[in-house]
Protein backbone atom coordinates (compact mmCIF):
# COMPACT_ATOMS: atom_id res chain seq x y z
CA UNK A 1 0.00 0.00 0.00
CA UNK A 2 1.40 3.33 -0.47
CA UNK A 3 0.31 6.82 -1.85
CA UNK A 4 0.75 10.32 -2.99
CA UNK A 5 3.25 13.01 -2.26
CA UNK A 6 3.66 16.60 -0.95
CA UNK A 7 3.54 18.79 -3.98
CA UNK A 8 6.51 21.13 -2.57
CA UNK A 9 8.84 17.89 -1.47
CA UNK A 10 8.10 16.04 -5.16
CA UNK A 11 9.11 17.76 -8.88
CA UNK A 12 7.84 14.96 -10.29
CA UNK A 13 4.30 15.97 -9.58
CA UNK A 14 5.26 19.19 -10.49
CA UNK A 15 6.49 17.90 -13.83
CA UNK A 16 3.74 15.68 -14.06
CA UNK A 17 1.24 19.00 -13.54
CA UNK A 18 2.83 20.87 -15.90
CA UNK A 19 2.96 17.96 -19.29
CA UNK A 20 -0.50 17.94 -18.08
CA UNK A 21 -1.89 21.46 -18.59
CA UNK A 22 0.81 21.72 -21.82
CA UNK A 23 -0.93 18.82 -23.37
CA UNK A 24 -4.03 19.17 -22.32
CA UNK A 25 -4.44 15.14 -20.94
CA UNK A 26 -7.85 13.71 -19.62
CA UNK A 27 -6.32 12.56 -16.19
CA UNK A 28 -6.91 14.07 -13.43
CA UNK A 29 -3.88 14.60 -10.95
CA UNK A 30 -4.57 12.47 -7.42
CA UNK A 31 -4.77 14.75 -4.48
CA UNK A 32 -5.67 13.66 -0.67
CA UNK A 33 -5.40 15.15 2.48
CA UNK A 34 -2.96 13.16 5.01
CA UNK A 35 -2.02 13.50 8.61
CA UNK A 36 1.75 14.37 8.99
CA UNK A 37 3.60 15.86 12.39
CA UNK A 38 0.00 16.60 13.86
CA UNK A 39 -1.11 18.22 10.91
CA UNK A 40 -3.34 18.20 7.51
CA UNK A 41 -1.47 18.47 4.30
CA UNK A 42 -2.85 18.00 1.02
CA UNK A 43 -0.60 15.34 -1.16
CA UNK A 44 -0.55 15.06 -4.70
CA UNK A 45 0.82 12.26 -7.14
CA UNK A 46 1.22 8.83 -5.64
CA UNK A 47 4.24 6.80 -4.23
CA UNK A 48 5.84 5.00 -6.83
CA UNK A 49 7.60 1.47 -4.87
CA UNK A 50 4.66 0.46 -2.99
CA UNK A 51 2.14 1.06 -5.44
CA UNK A 52 4.76 -0.57 -8.17
CA UNK A 53 4.17 -3.99 -5.98
CA UNK A 54 0.46 -3.80 -5.51
CA UNK A 55 0.44 -3.15 -9.46
CA UNK A 56 2.93 -6.03 -9.34
CA UNK A 57 0.44 -8.24 -7.45
CA UNK A 58 -2.46 -7.42 -9.34
CA UNK A 59 -0.81 -8.30 -12.71
CA UNK A 60 0.30 -11.49 -11.04
CA UNK A 61 -3.58 -12.39 -10.03
CA UNK A 62 -4.72 -11.43 -13.84
CA UNK A 63 -2.11 -14.00 -15.51
CA UNK A 64 -3.27 -16.19 -12.87
CA UNK A 65 -6.77 -16.21 -14.04
CA UNK A 66 -6.05 -16.47 -17.59
CA UNK A 67 -3.23 -18.97 -16.87
CA UNK A 68 -6.20 -20.96 -15.16
CA UNK A 69 -8.70 -20.76 -17.26
CA UNK A 70 -6.45 -21.65 -20.26
CA UNK A 71 -5.35 -25.18 -18.23
CA UNK A 72 -2.00 -24.16 -17.24
CA UNK A 73 -1.94 -24.85 -13.14
CA UNK A 74 1.58 -24.87 -12.81
CA UNK A 75 1.78 -21.31 -13.99
CA UNK A 76 -0.99 -20.16 -12.55
CA UNK A 77 0.03 -21.41 -8.93
CA UNK A 78 2.83 -19.62 -9.20
CA UNK A 79 1.19 -16.59 -10.59
CA UNK A 80 -0.70 -16.72 -7.17
CA UNK A 81 2.42 -17.07 -5.37
CA UNK A 82 4.02 -14.15 -6.49
CA UNK A 83 0.87 -11.96 -5.73
CA UNK A 84 1.07 -12.87 -2.72
CA UNK A 85 4.95 -11.83 -2.07
CA UNK A 86 4.13 -8.48 -3.39
CA UNK A 87 0.90 -8.39 -1.25
CA UNK A 88 3.23 -8.77 1.81
CA UNK A 89 5.85 -6.46 0.35
CA UNK A 90 3.67 -3.01 -0.28
CA UNK A 91 2.49 -2.06 2.78
CA UNK A 92 5.98 -2.88 4.90
CA UNK A 93 7.59 -0.68 2.43
CA UNK A 94 4.98 1.82 2.45
CA UNK A 95 5.20 1.74 6.54
CA UNK A 96 9.45 1.90 6.49
CA UNK A 97 9.25 4.64 3.83
CA UNK A 98 6.78 6.55 5.36
CA UNK A 99 4.56 6.62 2.22
CA UNK A 100 1.22 5.18 3.77
CA UNK A 101 -1.89 6.55 2.36
CA UNK A 102 -6.00 6.21 1.31
CA UNK A 103 -4.91 6.18 -2.01
CA UNK A 104 -3.10 2.99 -1.69
CA UNK A 105 -4.93 1.21 0.80
CA UNK A 106 -7.85 0.85 -1.52
CA UNK A 107 -5.44 0.70 -4.37
CA UNK A 108 -4.22 -2.69 -2.15
CA UNK A 109 -8.04 -3.71 -1.48
CA UNK A 110 -9.19 -4.14 -4.90
CA UNK A 111 -6.00 -5.61 -6.16
CA UNK A 112 -6.40 -8.12 -2.89
CA UNK A 113 -10.03 -8.88 -4.59
CA UNK A 114 -8.65 -9.72 -8.23
CA UNK A 115 -5.52 -11.74 -6.84
CA UNK A 116 -7.11 -13.70 -3.53
CA UNK A 117 -10.72 -13.92 -4.68
CA UNK A 118 -11.79 -13.70 -7.79
CA UNK A 119 -8.38 -15.73 -9.44
CA UNK A 120 -8.54 -18.98 -7.13
CA UNK A 121 -12.76 -19.14 -7.75
CA UNK A 122 -11.97 -18.90 -11.58
CA UNK A 123 -8.80 -21.19 -11.22
CA UNK A 124 -10.45 -23.80 -8.69
CA UNK A 125 -13.53 -23.84 -11.43
CA UNK A 126 -11.61 -24.34 -14.61
CA UNK A 127 -9.46 -27.10 -12.84
CA UNK A 128 -12.55 -29.60 -11.37
CA UNK A 129 -15.98 -27.94 -11.04
CA UNK A 130 -17.33 -28.78 -14.89
CA UNK A 131 -19.23 -31.44 -14.28
CA UNK A 132 -20.79 -30.36 -11.15
CA UNK A 133 -23.07 -27.41 -12.64
CA UNK A 134 -24.59 -25.00 -10.85
CA UNK A 135 -23.22 -26.22 -7.58
CA UNK A 136 -20.02 -25.82 -8.84
CA UNK A 137 -20.45 -22.32 -9.70
CA UNK A 138 -22.43 -21.76 -6.54
CA UNK A 139 -19.20 -22.93 -4.40
CA UNK A 140 -17.19 -20.74 -6.59
CA UNK A 141 -19.13 -17.35 -5.86
CA UNK A 142 -19.13 -18.48 -1.80
CA UNK A 143 -15.69 -17.98 -2.21
CA UNK A 144 -15.65 -14.58 -4.20
CA UNK A 145 -18.61 -13.15 -1.88
CA UNK A 146 -16.55 -14.51 1.46
CA UNK A 147 -13.52 -12.96 0.11
CA UNK A 148 -15.19 -9.58 -0.57
CA UNK A 149 -16.39 -9.56 2.96
CA UNK A 150 -13.19 -10.70 4.57
CA UNK A 151 -11.30 -7.33 2.94
CA UNK A 152 -14.23 -4.90 4.03
CA UNK A 153 -14.42 -6.43 7.40
CA UNK A 154 -10.38 -5.81 7.80
CA UNK A 155 -10.67 -2.41 6.11
CA UNK A 156 -13.00 -1.32 8.62
CA UNK A 157 -11.55 -3.05 11.98
CA UNK A 158 -8.02 -1.80 11.22
CA UNK A 159 -6.28 -0.19 14.34
CA UNK A 160 -9.31 -1.94 16.55
CA UNK A 161 -8.09 -5.13 16.91
CA UNK A 162 -4.95 -6.89 18.26
CA UNK A 163 -2.18 -6.92 15.54
CA UNK A 164 -1.10 -10.02 16.34
CA UNK A 165 -4.02 -12.38 15.41
CA UNK A 166 -5.89 -11.80 11.92
CA UNK A 167 -9.13 -12.11 12.20
CA UNK A 168 -10.22 -15.02 10.05
CA UNK A 169 -8.32 -16.63 7.87
CA UNK A 170 -6.23 -14.23 5.66
CA UNK A 171 -7.50 -14.06 2.35
CA UNK A 172 -3.78 -14.46 0.53
CA UNK A 173 -3.44 -18.24 2.90
CA UNK A 174 -7.45 -19.23 1.81
CA UNK A 175 -6.34 -17.90 -1.80
CA UNK A 176 -3.27 -20.80 -1.56
CA UNK A 177 -5.61 -23.33 -0.01
CA UNK A 178 -8.05 -23.11 -3.13
CA UNK A 179 -5.18 -22.72 -5.55
CA UNK A 180 -2.75 -25.27 -4.61
CA UNK A 181 -5.13 -28.17 -4.91
CA UNK A 182 -5.00 -28.30 -8.47
CA UNK A 183 -1.57 -27.30 -9.01
CA UNK A 184 -0.34 -29.85 -6.90
CA UNK A 185 -2.87 -31.86 -8.60
CA UNK A 186 -1.72 -31.00 -12.05
CA UNK A 187 1.69 -32.08 -11.11
CA UNK A 188 0.77 -35.42 -10.25
CA UNK A 189 -1.96 -35.56 -12.95
CA UNK A 190 -4.67 -36.48 -10.56
CA UNK A 191 -7.67 -37.82 -12.74
CA UNK A 192 -10.46 -35.56 -12.05
CA UNK A 193 -13.55 -37.57 -10.60
CA UNK A 194 -17.05 -36.27 -9.60
CA UNK A 195 -15.65 -37.58 -5.87
CA UNK A 196 -12.88 -35.25 -6.04
CA UNK A 197 -14.93 -31.87 -7.61
CA UNK A 198 -17.29 -32.60 -4.76
CA UNK A 199 -14.57 -32.71 -2.36
CA UNK A 200 -12.88 -29.81 -3.89
CA UNK A 201 -16.07 -27.79 -3.61
CA UNK A 202 -16.62 -28.37 0.14
CA UNK A 203 -13.06 -27.08 0.24
CA UNK A 204 -13.60 -24.11 -1.62
CA UNK A 205 -16.47 -23.34 0.75
CA UNK A 206 -14.88 -24.11 3.69
CA UNK A 207 -11.68 -22.09 2.65
CA UNK A 208 -14.44 -18.89 2.31
CA UNK A 209 -16.37 -19.57 5.10
CA UNK A 210 -12.63 -19.57 7.13
CA UNK A 211 -12.21 -16.20 5.88
CA UNK A 212 -15.40 -14.40 7.56
CA UNK A 213 -14.89 -16.32 10.95
CA UNK A 214 -13.84 -15.24 14.27
CA UNK A 215 -11.81 -17.83 14.47
CA UNK A 216 -8.04 -15.96 15.59
CA UNK A 217 -4.66 -16.35 13.53
CA UNK A 218 -0.95 -15.68 14.39
CA UNK A 219 0.03 -13.14 12.20
CA UNK A 220 3.74 -13.20 12.46
CA UNK A 221 3.89 -9.44 12.62
CA UNK A 222 7.38 -10.01 14.31
CA UNK A 223 9.39 -6.79 16.07
CA UNK A 224 13.10 -6.15 17.11
CA UNK A 225 15.09 -9.22 17.17
CA UNK A 226 14.32 -13.03 17.10
CA UNK A 227 16.34 -15.48 18.69
CA UNK A 228 19.15 -17.05 16.85
CA UNK A 229 17.13 -20.59 16.29
CA UNK A 230 14.76 -18.63 14.00
CA UNK A 231 16.83 -18.07 11.54
CA UNK A 232 18.40 -21.30 11.45
CA UNK A 233 15.22 -22.75 11.18
CA UNK A 234 14.04 -20.22 8.16
CA UNK A 235 16.92 -21.78 6.14
CA UNK A 236 15.83 -25.18 6.32
CA UNK A 237 12.08 -24.35 5.68
CA UNK A 238 14.21 -22.64 2.51
CA UNK A 239 15.86 -25.60 1.37
CA UNK A 240 13.24 -27.90 1.91
CA UNK A 241 10.42 -25.71 0.05
CA UNK A 242 13.08 -25.65 -2.47
CA UNK A 243 12.93 -29.14 -3.38
CA UNK A 244 9.31 -29.57 -3.21
CA UNK A 245 7.77 -26.40 -3.57
CA UNK A 246 3.98 -27.74 -4.35
CA UNK A 247 4.11 -29.61 -1.63
CA UNK A 248 5.24 -27.41 1.04
CA UNK A 249 3.12 -24.60 -0.35
CA UNK A 250 -0.08 -26.45 -0.16
CA UNK A 251 0.58 -28.48 3.28
CA UNK A 252 1.65 -25.10 4.69
CA UNK A 253 -1.44 -23.68 3.95
CA UNK A 254 -3.72 -26.67 5.28
CA UNK A 255 -2.13 -26.45 8.39
CA UNK A 256 -2.10 -22.58 8.93
CA UNK A 257 -6.16 -22.76 7.81
CA UNK A 258 -6.49 -25.40 10.85
CA UNK A 259 -4.72 -23.30 13.38
CA UNK A 260 -7.45 -21.21 13.42
CA UNK A 261 -10.19 -23.35 14.55
CA UNK A 262 -7.96 -26.01 16.62
CA UNK A 263 -6.87 -23.31 18.79
CA UNK A 264 -10.31 -22.41 19.47
CA UNK A 265 -11.00 -25.66 20.53
CA UNK A 266 -8.00 -25.75 22.96
CA UNK A 267 -8.74 -22.61 24.61
CA UNK A 268 -12.29 -23.56 25.14
CA UNK A 269 -11.25 -27.07 26.55
CA UNK A 270 -8.86 -25.25 28.75
CA UNK A 271 -11.66 -22.85 30.29
CA UNK A 272 -14.02 -25.99 30.61
CA UNK A 273 -11.20 -27.84 32.40
CA UNK A 274 -10.68 -24.48 34.27
CA UNK A 275 -13.98 -23.98 35.58
CA UNK A 276 -14.27 -27.76 36.53
CA UNK A 277 -11.19 -27.68 39.12
CA UNK A 278 -12.34 -24.41 40.54
Known amino acids: ?3 AKDDSESPSAEVVDSLSQ ?28 PNLLTLGALFAGFYAIIAGMSGNFNEAGWAIVLAGICDGLDGRIARLTNSQSAFGAEFDSMSDMVCFGVAPSLIIFSWGFGSLGNLGWA ?19 LGTVDKR ?11 GLVTFVPWVA ?8 LPVSYSAALLTVFAGLLMISNY ?17 FAVLVLGITAQRPHEV ?11 G ?15 TTT
Open 1 to 3: MGD
Open 22 to 49: EFNLPIDEHEELVSKGGKQIRLRGVYLL
Open 139 to 157: ASFIYVSCAALRLARFNVQ
Open 165 to 175: FFVGLASPVAA
Open 186 to 193: SKYELEIT
Open 216 to 232: RYYSFKLKGTVPYIFFV
Open 249 to 259: FLITTIAYAIS
Open 261 to 275: PASWLYRRQFAKRTE
